[in-house]
């Protein structure tokens, strides 16, 4: 079984500054890792991934995350937060192939509020 | 990516009622995921849909409760039935894409059970 653990329920921050939305996962098996982010009142977004290669993975709006296997963990950075980039974030994990295929686990969400 | 719609994207309904939530995409895919979110809580996966075979239920959710349908590449429905307030959660399907390691998710269908 997989489970994710977001740190943190809720971030506070002014804007350009930079931040840091903590996510650690367990799993026997290889894994891929996502963040997504829900916006007010919006539907969920994939954010970035991890599937392979390179452990740091960046997404078209300032956001990395890296990849640290031996500390099971995908931390997400923005080195400054604009007003825009308030929403709830998710970490989420799949198992890389067997019975469980294309399957996520959430965790509880982290809600970043950026105040200017 | 993927364009996914729902229907209704929201509704209020009386206890012992059910509800049937349609998920349209603009793509064929095999892979087709349905989750909860209850109110200030993460994504549950309820059930796998994936076309030409049963849908697998996750652990806490039976076909009874929230049967589905894939007819075909592009659509599938989940009813929740017999519904009481504890049923009160926005319902999101999702489509796997890149080989099912990409979900890409619909709008959403808050529903209300009063």
Redesign the interface.
Known sequence: AQSVTQLDSQVPVFEEAPVELRCNYSSSVSVYLFWYVQYPNQGLQLLLKYLSGSTLVESINGFEAEFNKSQTSFHLRKPSVHISDTAEYFCAVSDAGGTSYGKLTFGQGTILTVHP | ?AVISQKPSRDICQRGTSLTIQCQVDSQVT?M?WYRQQPG?????IA?ANQGSEATY?SGFVIDKFPISRPNLTFSTLTVSNMSPEDSSIY?C?V?LAG?????????TRLTVT
């Open positions: 990516s892979m995921f809580q993460s994504l549950t996966l796998t996750e999101l999702s796997g099912g390691y990409e979900q890409y998710f619909g709008p959403g």
